[in-house]
């Protein structure tokens, strides 16, 4: 093939690369986007269970929900179970507790907690608005178990 066999420029063609190319561009932008926005969704929603049970007054779900263990009242024996036993967990969470009695409760947003020295752990914080309260209610999120607890660090949500 010689440069005056070569074929004929077609402009139709050519804009109709670029047109794909510009799509598949916007595509990848936008699914990396919203991956980007939702990467703390699992732990959002795992909080949100909690915060529900805690609305219901079903003080004993949402303490397996803390511990990640739904029978928890035949694991008695765990460990865990006796570093934040129940009774200390209904203080904490239950009617006579700083929150009161949940009526209304919104997951407000996520967040991983700044380097601290080193050892931010491998957690989200969750910011949950309950009763319309200015002062928000803060929840860690430990990724590698989705055990609760309480954050290693305060974070202010905007």
Not at 19 to 29: D, P, T
Not at 38 to 52: A, I, K, M, Q, T
Not at 121 to 139: E, Y
Request: proline letters at 5%; aromatic letters at 16%.
């Amino acid at each position: 093939m010689t440069l005056l066999d070569a074929q004929q420029y077609d402009p139709q063609k050519d804009r109709k690369k670029k047109i794909r190319n510009v799509v598949i561009i916007v595509m990848v932008l936008f699914v990396f986007g919203f991956v980007w926005w939702n990467r703390f969704y699992p732990e959002e929603r795992l909080v949100g269970h909690f915060f529900d049970a805690l609305q219901k007054q079903d003080y004993k779900t949402a303490y397996a929900i803390w511990e990640n263990d739904p029978g928890w009242e035949n694991h008695l024996d765990r460990k865990a179970i006796h570093e934040y036993p129940f009774a200390d967990f209904y203080r904490d969470w239950g009617p006579g507790s700083e929150w009161g009695l949940i009526k209304t409760q919104k997951v407000y947003g996520a967040s991983k907690c700044p380097s601290m020295a080193g050892s931010s752990g491998t957690g989200v914080v969750v910011d949950v608005i309950v009763n319309d309260r200015v002062q928000h209610a803060q929840v860690w999120v430990e990724k590698s178990d989705h055990t609760l607890g309480y954050p290693p660090c305060d974070l202010i949500f905007r």
